[in-house]
């Protein structure tokens, strides 16, 4: 519904009827079948935009205690780990890792 009340679309709807010269007019000059034509071109353009919208990042679960064993492991150390709930039982966690400046350095 629009905001008038109309349904979508009500505006243009019997064009035809109402302004019949103006319609042969525009028919006359392939206007009517050029925006019929723009009409399904759209539709099919945000169809194809919708499909083209693919997530750019992918995302791999890996347990918290592996984590900390591979932090642990490459010399670092967990100071936060803050996990978010989300629908359907999925779980997300940030790690907030440091590690000490003379292993940085200093590795061979």
């Given at each position: 519904m629009e905001p008038s009340g109309e349904p979508a679309g009500?505006?243009?709807a019997g064009f035809r009827?109402?302004?019949?010269l103006l319609h042969s007019a525009l028919a006359a000059l392939g206007f009517v079948r050029a925006r019929r034509a723009l009409t399904r071109v759209g539709g099919r353009f945000r169809a194809w935009?919708?499909?083209r919208r693919r997530p750019a990042m992918e995302m791999h679960a890996l347990a918290t205690e592996e984590v900390a064993r591979i932090v642990t492991a490459g010399g670092g150390r967990i100071l936060q780990a803050p996990t978010t709930h989300w629908p359907r039982g999925i779980v997300s966690c940030q790690y907030w890792v440091v590690k000490d400046r003379d292993e940085l350095c200093c590795r061979e």
């Open positions: 009500a505006r243009f009827q109402r302004h019949p935009r919708h499909r």
